[in-house]
């Protein structure tokens, strides 16, 4: 049987409306990093048929979910999952690896590849939903490091999920956040301001913080037009 998340069925339609909120140019590359069940990226892709959505995860387990999802429900502007760990931002995808635009054998790119090939950002943005509280802190600091990274100047990177704030944790995520580092010490909902801290060492700047649900915040941030101090 095919995961399912009831949360991501929750939270789609909030998730496109956001997107959309970016203003990602037509013919736009988008990557999300740990796609999970596919939920989102299928959501997002129907509804955005302008962008070309590249999914990714870092289990192969969840890899499988995401192929057999696509098989289900084929999408011309999603390309083939990838395996990518968010914390190594040197396994992310690059032009043409994922590209259906592109020959199977990449000896020809398509235009929007071909230009992003020779720049150092090639992504107008990166997507990464419910995933920096179940993983290790290598993985959110490498998720700001790949956006500043591969984006190009003026991409967006959008974070959706459960965060702490000030060293202060919500009342009613106490218990989470206990259950949370019960299962793996190493997780636990991370601080706005720390990730803001290494967002902008990425040349990436907080364009938005809003909470469009209870407990979760929608975090926006932009790639800078030019390095930090420049």
Not at 35 to 43: D, E
């Amino acid at each position: 049987m095919m995961l399912h998340s009831q949360v991501a069925d929750q939270n789609k339609d909030l998730l496109l409306a956001a997107v959309r909120q970016l203003s990602l140019p037509s013919g736009g590359h988008v990557l999300e990093i740990a796609s999970g069940t596919g939920q989102h990226v299928t959501h997002l892709a129907a509804g955005l048929p302008e962008l070309t959505f590249h999914p990714s995860d870092v289990n192969t387990h969840m890899l499988a979910t995401l192929r057999k999802r696509l098989a289900d429900e084929p999408l011309n502007n999603v390309c083939p999952p990838r395996v990518a760990d968010a914390a190594e931002p040197d396994t992310w995808p690059v032009p043409g690896d994922t590209c259906r635009t592109c020959s199977p054998d990449r000896t020809a790119r398509c235009e929007a590849c071909r230009t992003r090939a020779h720049v150092p950002g090639w992504l107008d943005a990166v997507l990464c939903i419910n995933m920096t509280h179940v993983a290790p802190p290598e993985s959110w600091r490498g998720l700001l490091t790949g956006a500043g990274r591969w984006l190009r100047p003026g991409g967006a990177l959008l974070l959706y999920g459960p965060f702490q704030r000030e060293g202060r944790i919500p009342a009613n995520l106490e218990t989470f956040q206990q259950r949370l580092q019960q299962e793996n010490p190493s997780w636990g909902l991370r601080d706005v301001s720390e990730l803001c801290e290494h967002a902008e060492s990425c040349g990436l700047r907080l364009e938005s913080d809003t909470q469009p649900a209870p407990n979760q915040s929608l975090l926006v941030w932009r790639r800078r037009t030019a390095d930090p101090g420049s």
